[in-house]
Structures are given as structure tokens and as C-alpha cells.
């Protein structure tokens, strides 16, 4: 049976029109007025809503063993969280330590996916050590159709490489025709300022901004972009944080690095006095790169609005306050990490488009569509178009409502956007055109989500952000 999805507002990165979309083997098949369907088709009223592509959240982590302990969610709880709040598909980071197998890994992380996710996935590859069995691996992985790595510049002796590592996966990646994601600080320096700290007696959360500071954004946002000038490879910056980072990459940009740019839901609205609250609240708000002045929120909003920040994601990863805990007298042992996939789409539509002058074409763009062509879902994915995965948000501006840890679909006890208002939310979302939520509420099939195997045939970073 097809679906019909009439009277609604259809909204891309470059279009805006009034159009009904029939539906039929989980394709866009029509685009059109009056449109002429089968008897027997499903029918959408969609009048008053905006009809958005699936949005994508290009960085999350679902299961990951970090800092002695996991984050909270499951792909099942994950992926409904997600389609509640509008995400049609995300790409989890698959992160074994430098200590465990690379091909394991991948496998493990898969099967932690397969037949529970609701929404469809995949994976950026951690390159957490470089050898000739490594190299072996990450070759047979971009074969199976993951098409992106993830490297660390942090995170000493655990997940994070060293020069050497860097340089030759970024040479494989360039050969490959693969794109490398990267948490860009200085591992040693934040090693030693920690180290620092804890001797001075300073112990609490409020003590690890200081310890992974602008500088060392800054510094780590430098070396890769110098890395990839070097290899002509093409890099994407992770969850960048504040305006000094952001100087130091849009300036390599202009000199003709391939390099696109992320930032996440919580630097755009959270700001370093979170994690200096008193007694167990600062906890909460323990991420890297961490909670910055509020200052750089203006920095950020402003390059999102003039496309020199490409994406939002969240870095997802949510851990329960008996595990935050963990940390109390020591911060380097907090697990590091906030939950946000439930609440980007609502928050970046309240807090940009609504309150912030955000175009919406931009917010579709940075929320899903520069996304789907940087990693190889382009136009399967982030496209309302004929032959389009059937991937839609009929979205309810009218909606109103505030964000709780009581409400929300994350596997953990609390919320970092506790009470914040939200105007707007997904009326109905669809994948590959099967009904998966309405008005708030989970209604589809669990593990109905695929693994995206993709292709390197995407623009390089450069392009896309040109386009």
C-alpha cells in the first residue's frame, strides 16, 4: 500500500513549495499537485505542517564502553529517542581502544545495532592505533561501505594516536577516498594540566574546562588541518567549541584544506557555568570539548548562519548520575558526555529559526542534508526528491513545550536541557516511508532500521561546502 502526504509545506536547503508526495517501495515516487494515487493508498493530512527531509545526526555514540563504565542507551532506545525528536537516520562512532582488535570492534558495534534500531545507521570507523594489521582492517571495513574514520587527538593511551598514526591514516584515507573525522585538542597538554590541577587540590567538574582549554582546541584544530594540508586528505572537525578553533580551521579552509566543520547541540546553548554548579548538578554537564564562556555562542550561531559551520550534531552519549558520580573528587574521572539526540531537531528550530533569525534552508542543510553528501547518503538520504528514501518530518510549528528527563526517550535519568522551552515538534516522522511516530509518540516497528552502507563517491569537503 502507497502513501499519500497532502496539503503540506515542503521545506529543503534550497526549496520551499506547496506540494503533495506519494509514497511506494519506501521511495519517493510523485512530487506534484492533485496528485492521481491507487485506491486503497494511506492518506496524510499534513495541512499547517512543514514536511522536512529526514534529519541526520552525523555524530552519536550509543554503545561505548569509556572510563570504566557504558553509556546508558541501547540502538532500540537510541533510535526511538531519536525518531521522536525528528532524526531519520545517525552515524554512530565505532570506538574500540587502542588495546582492542579493529575488525572485532566493527563487528561488535554492528551486531549491538543490528535487527534493534528503529531508524536507519551507521558508523564512522576509530582509527585508535595505525599497523599493517590495522591497515589490513580499516581496508576491508571501507569495503563493507563504512567510508568514514574517526581519530582522536585526545584521550591519551587510550583511544587517542600520535603523529605518526595521524599521518599515515590520513595517507590511507586519501588513498581510499575516505573522509576522517577528529576530536581535535592536545592530548599531552590536557595530560599535563590535569595532572596540575589535581595536585593543586582542584578536583571538581568545575576544574575540567581548565584543563582542556581554548588553546589546546585551538592548537589540536591546527595540527590536523596542517596533517591534511600535508596529505591531501579531507577532514571534518568534530563538536568544535569555541571561536579561537573555529578561527584556526575556517582560515585553513580559505587555503584550500578540505576540511568541514561540526559543532553540537550543547555549544550553542550551554555554556561553561553549568558545569560549575554545586554538588552533583555540575556533573551533568562534564563533556569534551568542554562547556566554553558563553561567549563563543554568538561566534557559533553567526558561522552557522554564514555556512562556515557545515553540520549539528550532538556527540550523544549518555551516562546516568551514579555513573557521573564516579568522578565526584576527582573530574579527569567523570565519564565525559551528554545526551541531546532526542532534542536537537526541536532546539535548533526554537533556539535558530525561530528565535535566532537561522534560515530554515540552513537548519535543513546543517541538520541533515550537508551531512548526507559529506558521508555517502547523498541524495538516498537529506533529499525530498523522486527516488528518495521516503525519510520525512511533518513538522508542527505550532506545537508548544519544555524538555524533561520525566518525558524523554533516552535511556538515562536525567536531561541536560532540563525545562528549556521548545516551540515545534515532529508530527509525524517517516522512514523509508513507514510511520514510525506520531505526535510524540513511538508507533512503528523496532529493528525496522538498516545499516546505510555507503559510498566514497560523495563530494570532497571542499565542494560540498561550496555547494
Known amino acids: 500500500m502507497g502513501l499519500l502526504i497532502s496539503n503540506g509545506e515542503v521545506v529543503t536547503d534550497t526549496e520551499r513549495y506547496r506540494a503533495d508526495l506519494y509514497i511506494e517501495d519506501e521511495t519517493i515516487t510523485l512530487i506534484g499537485q492533485k496528485l492521481v494515487v491507487p485506491d486503497g493508498t494511506e492518506v496524510i493530512d499534513a495541512t499547517g505542517k512543514l514536511i522536512f527531509p529526514g534529519f541526520i545526526d552525523p555524530h552519536v555514540h550509543i554503545y561505548l564502553p569509556f ?7 541501547t540502538a532500540e532506545t537510541a533510535s526511538i529517542a531519536a525518531l521522536i525528536g525528528g532524526t531519520t537516520s545517525f552515524i554512530e562512532m565505532c570506538c574500540p581502544s587502542r588495546q582492542e582488535d579493529t575488525l572485532e570492534g566493527y563487528e561488535l558495534w554492528k551486531s549491538k545495532a543490528d535487527g534493534r534500531s528503529a531508524c536507519d545507521y551507521a558508523f564512522h570507523m576509530a582509527v585508535t592505533r595505525f599497523d599493517a594489521q590495522t591497515e589490513k582492517q580499516l581496508r576491508q571495513i571501507v ?11 585526545s584521550y591519551k593511551n587510550f583511544f587517542g594516536i600520535d603523529d605518526g598514526e595521524l599521518y599515515q591514516t590520513l595517507k590511507l584515507a586519501k588513498e581510499l577516498g575516505v573522509i576522517v573525522t577528529a576530536h581535535c585538542e592536545n592530548a599531552e597538554l590536557v595530560s599535563r594540566l590535569q595532572q596540575e590541577l589535581l595536585a593543586q587540590g582542584k578536583t571538581g567538574p568545575e576544574w575540567h574546562e581548565p584543563s582542556r582549554p581554548e588553546t589546546v582546541e585551538t592548537e589540536g584544530t591546527t595540527r590536523f588541518a596542517t596533517f591534511l594540508e600535508t596529505t591531501a586528505a579531507t577532514g571534518y572537525i568534530v563538536h568544535l567549541s569555541c571561536a579561537p578553533a573555529l578561527k584556526a580551521a575556517v582560515e585553513a579552509r580559505a587555503r584550500g584544506v578540505k576540511l568541514s566543520i ?16 554545586n554538588g552533583v548538578e555540575g556533573l551533568k554537564y562534564v563533556m569534551s570539548p568542554p562547556l566554553r564562556e558563553k561567549a563563543n555562542q554568538a561566534a557559533l550561531w553567526q558561522a552557522l548562519k554564514d555556512s562556515q559551520i557545515d553540520t549539528v550534531g550532538t556527540d550523544h552519549c549518555p551516562f546516568d548520575l551514579d555513573q557521573k558520580l564516579m568522578g565526584k573528587d576527582n573530574f579527569t574521572l ?13 532546539l535548533m528550530y526554537t533556539y535558530g529559526v ?6 530554515l534552508h540552513r537548519f535543513v542543510d546543517a541538520l541533515s542534508t550537508h551531512a548526507a553528501k559529506l558521508f555517502g547518503l547523498y541524495p538516498r538520504k537529506g533529499a525530498i526528491a523522486i527516488g528518495s528514501d521516503a525519510d520525512l518530518v511533518l513538522y508542527d510549528p505550532s506545537y508548544r513545550g519544555l524538555i524533561s528527563a520525566k518525558t524523554h526517550h533516552v535511556n538515562n535519568d536525567y536531561s ?4 528549556v522551552e521548545i516551540e515545534g515538534r515532529p508530527s509525524v516522522v517517516t522512514v523509508r516511508g513507514k510511520v514510525q511516530v506520531r505526535d510524540g509518540v513511538f508507533v512503528g516497528e523496532r529493528g525496522y532500521g538498516r545499516l546505510l552502507r555507503r559510498t566514497v563517491s560523495s563530494p570532497a569537503a571542499g565542494e560540498a561546502h561550496a555547494s
Open 67 to 73: 572510563m570504566g563504565t557504558f553509556a546508558k542507551d
Open 143 to 153: 569495503a563493507d561501505g563504512t567510508t568514514s574514520f574517526k581519530i582522536f587527538l
Open 262 to 277: 561540526e559543532s553540537v547541540l550543547p555549544h550553542f546553548l550551554l555554556d561553561k557555568t553549568y558545569a560549575e554548579r
Open 334 to 346: 567523570i565519564p565525559n558526555g551528554i545526551p541531546g539526540i532526542e532534542d536537537r531537531v526541536n
Open 354 to 359: 525561530k528565535r535566532g533569525g537561522l534560515s
Open 416 to 419: 541536560g536541557f532540563e525545562g
